[in-house]
Nanobody
Framework: QVQLVESGGGLVQPGGSLRLSCAVS????????MGWHRQAPGKQRELVAE???????IYADSVKGRFTISRDNAENTVYLSMSSLKPEDTAVYYC??????????????WGQGTQVTVSS
């Protein structure tokens, strides 16, 4: 079994910062691409950022320059540092990861989501 557990969400004022964490646990052999998506009420889930095992990253245009994705391979954890937050960043944030596990296949796993609310 592989589990992804997010933490770090909450309520923050516009212009503020938050750091999300997502820890991957279970019978893991390797973790490849890790990422963050978000879903606002009434909207489709969208990619925020992802990071490959080699460290290369991609970002949604709406968060470039404000969000930074990073990973700690020793801890099987991915982070999303968010700054200059805007009300439109309000959403449930989900992490996901491509994991090669004891099931002997690569599968994409998702966390349960963490709420980020940007409001004064």
């Amino acid at each position: 079994q592989v589990q992804l557990v997010e933490s770090g969400g909450g309520l923050v004022q516009p212009g503020g910062s938050l750091r999300l964490s997502c820890a991957v646990s279970g019978s893991i052999f390797s973790i490849y691409t890790m990422g963050w998506h978000r879903q606002a009420p009434g909207k489709q889930r969208e990619l925020v950022a992802e990071i490959r095992s080699g460290g290369s990253t991609i970002y949604a245009d709406s968060v470039k320059g404000r969000f930074t994705i990073s990973r700690d391979n020793a801890e099987n954890t991915v982070y999303l540092s968010m700054s200059s937050l805007k009300p439109e960043d309000t959403a449930v944030y989900y992490c996901n990861a491509d994991v090669f596990s004891s099931a002997l296949r690569i599968r994409n796993y998702w966390g349960q989501g963490t709420q980020v609310t940007v409001s004064s």
